[in-house]
């Protein structure tokens, strides 16, 4: 509470790094979440250390799509569909961290589709949320200011699932990350292991495209009975579009482009 703390911190044993580097969890990143707030950034840090580890062993999409024949809820069943498209379509996503258990498939609407951006909705966000009109504007700002300024600066992302655009899939799995009586807010995610191949042997969770994981409004807290207003989730959302993208984009041009 103090305005300002010093302390020192006096170091012995330094000695300097032999060997490839090895980053690993002493547990789960589903674990890790479970016990404990996070806040953006921890989670980022979660789950970017997490990722170090894909590039090893999983294989990289190229050519076809792997599971596109598969039904939803088997290993890789869930993908975003390749191609533009309409609203009202329904889309099968899986929300299950990491890449390799068991998948936990939401139903999504496609809800927006802009130049840059397509918007999903799943189908069992709490009552209250986002109408139609608020998707197409917060669409059309993503169109307009998030995705041209953060691709200025960073450069264009892949285009695995052959849409054009980057998915933005609005989903009560965002909320269910913060814990009952949380005193902090995940308001996104993003996670490499959408960029590779959903193969057996692979990430097999992955939904194999851009896609980025979003906040939605809980007015009545039904998610862990923490409330989320509509004005509230409605002003963090745009800057947390536009700060996951920019993980997307230096994701995918490390992985697939530089």
Same mark, same amino acid.
């Given at each position: ?62 050519? %076809? /799509? *792997? &599971?596109?024949?598969?039904?939803? !809820? =088997? ?6 569909? $390749?191609?533009? +498209? @309409? ?17 936990? %498939? /939401? *139903? &999504?609407?496609?809800?927006?589709? !802009? =130049? ?6 799943? $189908?069992?966000? +709490? @009552? ?26 960073? !450069? ?101 482009i530089t």
């Open positions: 509470t103090a305005s300002s703390v010093s302390y020192t911190v006096n170091a012995t044993g330094i000695v300097p790094l032999t060997g490839p580097p090895t980053p690993g969890m002493s547990t789960a990143l589903g674990t890790r979440i479970a016990h404990g707030p996070l806040r953006d950034e921890e989670l980022h840090a979660h789950m970017l250390e997490a990722d170090r580890r894909l590039p090893s062993w999983a294989r990289r999409i190229s050519g %076809t /799509r *792997t &599971g596109a024949e598969e039904g939803p !809820g =088997t290993a890789g069943g869930q993908l975003i569909p $390749t191609g533009v +498209p @309409a609203v009202g379509d329904l889309w099968s996503l899986n929300v299950a961290l990491g890449c390799s258990g068991t998948l936990d %498939t /939401r *139903t &999504g609407r496609v809800m927006y589709v !802009g =130049t840059s951006s397509i918007i999903v909705s799943d $189908t069992t966000n +709490p @009552a209250g949320g986002f109408t139609s009109a608020q998707y197409d504007s917060i669409g059309m700002e993503i169109d307009s200011l998030a995705y041209p300024v953060t691709t200025e600066n960073f !450069g264009d992302p892949t285009d695995l699932d052959g849409n054009g655009r980057a998915v933005f899939f609005y989903t009560r799995a965002v909320n269910e990350l913060s814990p009952p009586a949380s005193s902090s807010v995940v308001a996104g995610y993003f996670t490499s292991r959408d960029l590779f191949s959903s193969a057996p042997g692979s990430c097999t969770l992955s939904n194999e495209g851009e896609i980025l994981y979003m906040l939605v409004p809980d007015p009545t807290g039904a998610v862990n009975s923490n409330v989320r207003t509509v004005p509230f989730v409605r002003g963090k959302t745009v800057g947390t579009a536009g700060h996951e993208l920019q993980h997307l984009i230096n994701a995918s041009r490390r992985t697939y």
